[in-house]
T-cell receptor, first 109, second 115 residues
Framework: QKEVEQNSGPLSVPEGAIASLNCTYS??????FFWYRQYSGKSPELIMF????GDKEDGRFTAQLNKASQYVSLLIRDSQPSDSATYLC?????????FGQGTRLTINP | GAGVSQTPSNKVTEKGKYVELRCDPI?????LYWYRQSLGQGPEFLIY????????DSGLPNDRFFAVRPEGSVSTLKIQRTERGDSAVYLC?????????????FGSGTRLTVV
């Protein structure tokens, strides 16, 4: 079992809708969780991190964490074509980030 | 510097040759990480430096790969006897916090192509 699992997609969402990206992790002791956005041909860019159970909101982005279910998600409200990218979930493991394979998101105008 | 700088941005080399990839982290960041990313995959951990020493090199795939950070700032990833399977984007990241607790800042990467 991979440490961090994501559906590779592609996930297609109409412009203006809510995009929901999901991630599960295997290490029950993990404490810190991150979402990165990666545009094609570019390097990953940190968009959110979350440490506590529940929701954390930043503008159009909401990260949700459920440690009991070992599940973390990212919601993007009012999706824009500029949100089209690969979204990487990452978890701190042994003092380093462990990444999932990423979910490719396409926002359709 | 203002961001993490990686050079070269692209490197094409012949199978069997030696290559060096350079990373200049954000000034003052003590933690430095190397990752490798293949097409359609997430970044894969290679090695992590805290200061000058390699705190964790468990991700280096074999002894052809080696990395140094002699003065606790710039790091060089060295690959000997390159193979076509080494072709990937090599990403460097730095963090002000040990263990990357606030996430990393990545450089723009070096795209290595072994022909």
């Amino acid at each position: 079992q991979k440490e961090v699992e994501q559906n590779s997609g592609p996930l297609s969402v109409p412009e203006g809708a809510i995009a929901s990206l999901n991630c599960t992790y295997s290490d029950r002791g993990s404490q810190s969780f991150f979402w990165y956005r990666q545009y094609s041909g570019k390097s990953p860019e940190l968009i959110m991190f979350i440490y506590s159970n529940g929701d954390k909101e930043d503008g159009r982005f909401t990260a949700q964490l459920n440690k009991a279910s070992q599940y973390v998600s990212l919601l993007i409200r009012d999706s824009q074509p500029s949100d089209s990218a690969t979204y990487l979930c990452a978890v701190i493991g042994a003092q380093k980030l462990v990444f999932g394979q990423g979910t490719r998101l396409t926002i359709n105008p | 510097g203002a961001g993490v700088s990686q050079t070269p941005s692209n490197k094409v080399t012949e199978k069997g040759k030696y290559v060096e990839l350079r990373c200049d982290p954000i000034s003052g960041h003590t933690a430095l990480y190397w990752y490798r990313q293949s097409l359609g995959q997430g970044p894969e951990f290679l090695i992590y430096f805290q200061g000058t020493g390699a705190a964790d090199d468990s991700g280096l795939p074999n002894d052809r790969f080696f990395a140094v950070r002699p003065e606790g700032s710039v790091s060089t990833l060295k690959i000997q006897r390159t193979e076509r399977g080494d072709s990937a984007v090599y990403l460097c990241a730095s963090s002000s916090m040990t263990g990357g607790g606030y996430g990393y800042t990545f450089g723009s990467g070096t795209r290595l192509t072994v022909v």
